[in-house]
């Protein structure tokens, strides 16, 4: 099985930018469709982007595309998240999931692996 940490969060100004890393260890990330959720203080989980296993699809929450972009490094064995523009709504745990099918998906439930997440707090 795959274990992930998350790393690169932490307290930015609104408009502002952070790259959140995901390094997988245990097994490589080209046997896992890869994907970030958030959930915000009170708020359900909520799905932020996605990458397949062969790396040639992403997907987006409709409402963040533009702003997020998913990546992946299979040397480092590592997926990112750049975000851009950052607004005080995007404040959350971030946490990254892998999923054993080819494609990712915005259904939390069908990821089998997380990892503990990493804060991101945005101010006005």
């Known amino acids: 099985q795959v274990q992930l940490v998350e790393s690169g969060g932490g307290l930015v100004q609104a408009g502002g930018s952070l790259r959140l890393s995901c390094l997988a260890s245990?097994?490589?990330?080209?046997?896992?469709?890869m994907g970030w959720f958030r959930q915000a203080p009170g708020k359900e989980r909520e799905f932020v982007a996605a990458?397949?296993?062969?790396?040639?699809?992403?997907r987006y929450a409709d409402s963040l595309k533009g702003r997020f972009t998913i990546s992946r490094d299979t040397a480092k064995n590592t997926v990112y998240l750049q975000m851009n523009s950052l607004k005080p709504e995007d404040t959350a745990v971030y946490s990254c999931?892998?999923?054993?099918?080819?494609?990712?998906?915005?259904?939390?439930?069908?990821?089998?692996?997380w990892g503990q997440g990493t804060q991101v707090t945005v101010s006005s």
């Open positions: 245990g097994r490589t990330i080209s046997n896992y469709a």
């Open positions: 999931a892998a999923r054993d099918g080819p494609y990712g998906t915005n259904y939390a439930a069908a990821y089998r692996y």
């Open positions: 990458i397949s296993r062969s790396g040639g699809d992403t």
